[in-house]
């Protein structure tokens, strides 16, 4: 079974409601309808009806139980707004103008995610990142263990031995461009808590370096080294290492090579849990993580799922405006995989606003 394949079988006998603020965008319109041609659950399309539907029947799209709802003329808006009103950030902006910019699909969106109305999120392919991630940082509630909010990639390479059978997820790609030591542990226990939820198998947490254990002084390596060292503690903390199936393995610092081969870490670290097996990779910073992502994609033909968005509380992803229909779907349902178990991942009291 595929990755993906095995991502839908579990998503089918927990289906769950996705989302999509880029309503009026014809790839999301037909991702939404294949999401629910896979049984994977409810596809909620925000933005305003006639214009939803107008595009679907242009693009020979059924919006057959597919959901929408137009944030102006919503009855949640007034609550909505009650809750939005109370919120400090909000405290000097006029009734009107608080509507307006709730009325925008990814506020709309965000407010129904963290209010329990959806059960995950998945939007950006019609503006920049900070379009998304604005309304997501300021409506959806942060995790209390997650002192930075970040993204991880999903990579599938294919015909690969590396990683679980080709798949491994990358960190961070796409939202802190320096991370510190503090920023690059939370960075590596978030995705590697991920990891264990979408793989069913021990997260194998590589920190990766020009390095490996040591052979460079530079501060960059030890920086790495040291990130490591604070993930594995914080790991202990939040019980990301107790699991009872699959604890959590950390590494680092670690050259790419004996992270992922194992001829290489049977060389240089014999010793090391992950070395040589690992399936998570945790970059130093937010370009060596963007460009690695990019060269594997093109380079190596894999398929790659993301933005995840880490450390908030409801599971929400951010796609690339150039993504295609099928892997806005793909992202849904491990959108919707990661719902299926959040409280069990994040053992938290409801949060609301």
């Known amino acids: 079974m595929s990755f993906l394949d095995s991502v839908y079988a579990k998503l089918r006998r927990h289906p ?33 009806r006639d214009e939803i539907r107008g595009i679907a029947e242009a693009n020979g799209v059924s919006l057959e139980r597919v959901a929408i709802v137009d944030p102006e ?10 809750l939005a009103s109370k919120l400090e950030r909000y405290q000097g902006i006029q009734p009107g103008d608080l509507r307006g910019l709730l009325s925008t699909p990814n506020y709309f969106a965000a407010m129904m995610l963290q209010l329990g109305l ?5 939007g950006g392919v019609g503006a920049y990142a900070s379009a998304l991630f604005r309304p997501l940082l300021q409506l959806v509630k942060p995790l209390p263990n997650a002192p930075v909010i970040s ?16 798949v491994l997820f990358f960190a961070d790609c796409g939202v802190v461009p320096e991370p510190t030591v503090d920023q690059l542990a939370s960075i590596g226990v978030q995705t590697g808590l991920l990891a264990r939820q979408v793989f069913g198998k021990t997260p194998r947490i590589a920190f990766l370096s020009f ?32 699991a009872l199936d699959h604890p959590m393995e950390i590494d680092g ?4 090579d004996t992270a992922i081969v194992p001829a290489v870490a049977a060389i240089k670290v014999p010793d090391s849990l992950v070395a040589g097996k690992a399936n998570v990779l945790i970059f130093p910073d937010l370009d060596s993580g963007n460009i690695a992502v990019k060269l594997v994609q093109y380079l190596a033909g894999a398929r790659v799922y993301g933005q995840i968005v880490n450390g908030l509380s409801r599971p929400a992803a951010r796609i690339s405006r150039g993504t295609l229909s099928e892997d806005i779907a793909a992202v849904a349902a491990i959108i919707g995989l990661q719902a299926i178990e959040y409280r069990k991942l994040y053992p938290l009291d409801e949060i609301e606003l």
């Open 16 to 48: 769950k409601r996705i989302v999509f603020p880029d309503g009026n965008d014809p790839r999301v319109i037909r991702a939404a309808r294949m999401f629910h041609e896979l049984g994977l659950g409810v596809a909620v399309l925000v933005g305003k």
């Open 211 to 242: 390095s490996t254990h040591g052979s460079s002084a530079h501060p960059s390596a030890m920086k790495m080294a040291a990130a490591a060292a604070q993930a594995r503690e914080l790991a202990i903390r939040i019980g990301g290492t107790d």
């Open 151 to 166: 993204s991880s990639m999903i990579v599938e390479v294919p015909r690969s031995e590396y990683g679980d059978n080709g």
């Open 253 to 256: 610092e670690l050259q790419g």
């Open 73 to 82: 003329t919503s009855s949640e808006m007034p609550r909505f707004l009650a």
């Open 118 to 122: 959806a059960d995950g999120l998945v």
